[in-house]
């Protein structure tokens, strides 16, 4: 079975250089085309259930790290392999990734509260979805391999031009300025939307980007194999990450609660130790993971503010979650025997971890 390079970069453990190649290089054509349409299909498939459990906090601290459960009442919705998640509200999240029973079928639901809905998807099925981002609940973005990208208006996905043959991530500060990042083994892609078409933008890393995420549309930072990337509004350029070096390190999400206070997780190349980077403003650290770091890899991460950030990843054949809460990093308690792919925090503090094994959540 071949597994499309997109979906691979959404997968927890799988080092994906030995599959990819073929990304667009960051050359400087300009798209015109605009947004086609290409499902009439009602977003009408039956929901489903999220199977509740009672609070499933597990006692995995075998190695001298501090579990927290933080109060959490854990349930798990088994909606398949899931890599990416965006919400507007804890009622209101969507969760895109792909089939296990065809790795070649995109999946998108969403959560509205009480259960999981699976959407339909533009006629032909996308490949796998590897990122989405909204600007509102009526207008959210979905990229995945093959260059695909969705758009749902509030009732139904349509195909929008597919323009470059991987893509990962994608965030945007409106729905008039969205980044998308992908590439292959030795070029990046990022391409950017106006409003009305996508367009492909210079300077990118040096290798394929597995995350993007910013402050603002001129505060933009993009990260992948060996490469942290900034975008000020005028230009993307290479960020000077100091006595850290990037040489060894797969990088593969970016978060942060203000520009100086910016978060980057991933591994070294081997995907067997977990890495985590912390910018100040000034300059750039790594941080101390290592009662967790060995046997490890961290895919994702967000949070709420400077004292309450989570990141999620793998450790051997479990999830991995950890919390930072100012002073250091802690693993939380959680059901987390699946590898973890994707956080997200509702404004209202419910924790939504995504992976190969569905949706786990935790209320208050």
Known sequence: MVLTAAFLAGCG???VVAFLDGGEGTGSET??????????????????DIDTDTDTDTDADTDGDTDTDMGCNWDRADIGYISAMWGDAANDVFAV????????????????????????????????LSGVWGASSTDVFAVGSYGIYLRYDGSAWSAMPALTPVLTKIWGESASDVFAVGG??????????????????TGGGQGQLLDVWGRSGNDVYAVGYRSIVHYDGAAWSA???????????????????ASDDVF????????????ALHYDGTSWQQMDLSAFAIGADLHSLAGRSATEVYAVGAS????????????????????????????????TGEIYVAGDGGVVRCTF
């Open 97 to 128: 990734g792909g089939d296990p029973a065809n790795w070649f079928e995109g999946l998108a639901f969403h959560f509205n509260g009480a259960d999981w809905q699976s959407q339909d998807l533009p006629i032909g099925g996308p490949y796998p």
């Open 31 to 48: 798209s015109t085309d605009t947004d086609t349409d290409a499902d009439t299909d009602t977003d009408t498939d039956t929901g489903t």
């Open 184 to 201: 292959g083994l030795m070029s990046s892609v990022i391409r950017h939307f106006d409003g009305s078409a996508w367009s492909q933008m």
């Open 264 to 275: 980057v997780v991933g591994s070294d190349v081997t995907g067997n130790t977990a890495v």
């Open 316 to 347: 051997g054949d479990a999830g991995l979650g950890l919390r930072w809460d100012g002073t250091g990093w802690v693993r939380m308690n959680g059901p987390f025997d699946f590898s973890l792919n994707d956080v997200w925090v509702a404004p």
């Open 239 to 257: 960020v000077d990450t100091g006595s850290v070096d990037l040489t060894l390190l797969t990088l593969k999400g970016v978060w942060g609660s």
């Open 13 to 15: 453990g799988i080092d």
